[in-house]
């Protein structure tokens, strides 16, 4: 069983950057590998990124390509979510969690967070 907790989501103005937290619980974080995911007002959840156990390997969704980092310190069992260039589009609650290898699709993640808001202002 894995507990995931998420943070550092807020309000924030266009053109500005937050940077998300998923702190995970157990120590088997290093076998999982990490998503992202966000589910915007009136929308279906949708994929972000992703990123290996190892972190060697990334994906991000097109529309945030060029503009969020993932990463993820096995040691400190967190995953992080750098969003910078922030649009008023990119607002959302942000969903953290975890699986067996690096996926796109929802249902390949055993495990997942409450969600932090994500306010983007115009």
């Known amino acids: 069983q894995v507990q995931l907790v998420e943070s550092g989501g807020g309000l924030v103005q266009a053109g500005g950057s937050l940077k998300l937290a998923c702190v995970a619980s157990?120590?088997?974080?290093?076998?999982?590998?990490m998503g992202w995911f966000r589910r915007a007002p009136g929308k279906e959840r949708e994929f972000v990124s992703a990123?290996?156990?190892?972190?060697?390997?990334?994906y991000y969704a097109d529309s945030v390509k060029g503009r969020f980092t993932i990463s993820r310190d096995n040691a400190k069992t967190t995953v992080y979510l750098q969003m910078n260039s922030l649009k008023p589009e990119d607002t959302a609650v942000y969903y953290c969690a975890a699986g067996r290898s690096l996926a796109t699709a929802q249902e390949q993640y055993d495990y997942w967070g409450q969600g932090t808001q994500v306010t983007v202002s115009s």
């Open positions: 990123i290996t156990r190892s972190g060697n390997n990334v």
């Open positions: 157990g120590r088997t974080f290093s076998t999982y590998a």
